[in-house]
T-cell receptor, first 116, second 115 residues
Framework: AQTVTQSQPEMSVQEAETVTLSCTYD???????LFWYKQPPSRQMILVIR??????QNATENRFSVNFQKAAKSFSLKISDSQLGDTAMYFC?????????????FGTGTRLKVLA | ETGVTQSPTHLIKTRGQQVTLRCSSQ?????VSWYQQALGQGPQFIFQ???????GRGNFPPRFSGLQFPNYSSELNVNALELDDSALYLC??????????????FGPGTRLTVL
């Protein structure tokens, strides 16, 4: 069975510092996609960053970057220069597409609090 | 905010009843996914529709069913409601095709409470 594990239920970081959120997954698929989503308090879930498994280069979006280790099935998110607006739940997610059929699996989330 | 809207915002039902939740996709999107998010948990994938046909399903029983309409709006129907169905129901739209993927844009969700 495919699983996504986020082992850090809660984390905090000082404003302007760097924080890394962990995510591991398990799958026998070779082609898949990985995502980090942000869900601010009482607001809509938005995509932070995505990574295609066939790409070796780690994805980067401004202050957000990932460390994708395919062999270790690890997909961590690094947030640099943390801002108060980064306070949110962060979900790691995995998607497979097989013969036109899709399946998504989300982790249980990490609650990040950025401290002033 | 995304262009995905959901209605109603909140809903209270009793066990055994049926419920219909609605989602209006972002303009130009032909794919919609539905998720169930229990309190304090990550979203659980229910199913996905592409051009009015289901093209992916998670581990949910048949009493969870859906429809996607020609204008790409969609419905999630849940029959024989159980207490454990209480959750936030999210829909997400994208312009993914049958063999491609694209960013999903989530709606604000419908909070369903089953008493």
């Amino acid at each position: 069975a495919q699983t996504v594990t986020q082992s850090q239920p809660e984390m905090s970081v000082q404003e302007a510092e760097t924080v890394t959120l962990s995510c591991t997954y398990d799958t026998s698929e070779n082609n898949y996609y990985l995502f980090w989503y942000k869900q601010p308090p009482s607001r809509q879930m938005i995509l932070v960053i995505r990574q295609e498994a066939y790409k070796q280069q780690n994805a980067t979006e401004n202050r957000f970057s990932v460390n994708f280790q395919k062999a270790a099935k690890s997909f961590s998110l690094k947030i640099s220069d943390s801002q108060l607006g980064d306070t949110a739940m962060y979900f790691c997610a995995f998607m497979t597409q097989n013969s036109g059929t899709y399946k998504y699996i989300f982790g249980t989330g990490t609650r990040l609090k950025v401290l002033a | 905010e995304t262009g995905v809207t959901q209605s109603p915002t909140h809903l209270i039902k009793t066990r055994g009843q049926q419920v219909t939740l609605r989602c209006s996709s972002q303009s130009g999107h032909n794919t919609v996914s539905w998720y169930q998010q229990a309190l304090g948990q990550g979203p659980q994938f229910i199913f996905q529709y592409y051009r009015e046909e289901e093209n992916g399903r998670g581990n949910f029983p048949p009493r969870f069913s859906g429809l996607q309409f020609p204008n790409y709006s969609s419905e999630l129907n849940v029959n024989a409601l159980e207490l454990d169905d209480s959750a936030l129901y999210l829909c997400a739209s994208s312009s993914a095709g049958p063999t491609t993927t694209d960013t999903q844009y989530f709606g604000p969700g419908t909070r369903l409470t089953v008493l």
